[in-house]
């Protein structure tokens, strides 16, 4: 039987921010041909770099697989996670230094992360023995989108330690689907256990650690870097408004037959 709403058979495109595909690809080495990698999601690997050029999440989740079948990337997320710096993050990067706590910065992700990808959403939620940094993803858990949510979880806590004045050590790391051949470099990176097959993609973080003051936090700077996200934000609401009206007019003139060339 026909859907009867052909709204529901269109595929919501989500984007991710460039800067991901960049890194990662700059930490693929010598092993991949870069250019042309980058070129074939609609890079341009002589331009500038932008976080805020954005490219399709899934023809991002189909290099990382295309660059799975040159090279061994079992650690590949790790080393690209640990290679992300706040300096690239643009708007962000500021506010999420100049919050008091690290608790604070996070919160901040929480919030603006539409600024960089729309198809992730953070959350931060009390648990036994702290609280937890919750990575929500939607979508089969392909190789593609495995390896980026295991990337995605390296750079959370590879930002954490750029804006902490102590060591910052996870009491857990979490993630969903089945662990690679192993997980040797992840256990490394992270400082604590990493539990593949778990229910959430996470990271438990003791209250104190996410308690503990920024080295250049300052309640009035994060103020006026406040005010610039949320303009920023505002301008990508309102844009997205718009293409989902368009999406919904749309499929309105396909239910109601071939539309007309006019």
């Known amino acids: 039987m026909a859907d009867p709403d052909p709204r529901r058979r269109l595929p919501r495109m989500g984007y991710v921010t460039s800067l991901f595909a960049r890194k990662i690809v700059a930490a693929a080495g010598d092993g991949i041909d870069a250019s042309e990698i980058l070129s074939s999601v609609g890079i341009d690997p002589k331009s500038a770099w932008d976080s ?7 023809r ?5 697989e295309r660059m799975a079948a040159q090279i061994d990337v079992t650690d590949l997320p790790v080393r690209t996670g640990a290679s ?3 300096a690239e993050y643009g708007a962000l990067g500021p506010a999420f230094k100049a919050a008091t706590t690290l608790g604070a910065s996070y ?14 959403e953070y959350e931060q939620r009390e648990a036994k023995g702290g609280t937890l940094f919750i990575l929500n993803r939607a979508g089969d858990r392909h190789l593609g989108m ?5 990337a995605t979880l390296a750079s959370a806590v590879s930002i954490a330690r750029q804006v902490s004045p102590e060591p910052v050590l ?3 790391v979490l993630v969903r689907h089945a662990a690679p051949r192993s997980v040797a470099a992840h256990e490394n990176w992270f400082g604590c256990p990493v539990r593949f097959g778990a229910d959430l993609d996470a990271i438990l973080y003791a209250n104190e650690t ?18 610039h996200l949320d303009v920023e934000l505002s301008r990508i609401s309102n844009a997205r408004d718009l293409v989902s009206r368009s999406k919904d007019a749309i499929a309105q003139a396909l239910s109601e037959g071939t539309p007309k060339m006019a």
């Not at 991002?60 to 990382?64: G, K």
């Open 210 to 227: 996410l308690d503990r003051s920024n080295i250049l936090g300052d309640e009035g700077i994060s103020r006026y870097l406040i005010s």
């Open 84 to 86: 992300m710096r706040l």
């Open 52 to 58: 805020g050029q954005m490219i399709p999440a899934e």
């Open 146 to 150: 495995r390896l980026s949510n295991e």
């Open 107 to 120: 919160a901040r992700i929480e919030r603006y992360a539409r600024l960089w990808t729309s198809v992730v």
């Open 60 to 64: 991002y989740y189909d290099m990382l």
């Open 170 to 172: 996870p009491e857990i």
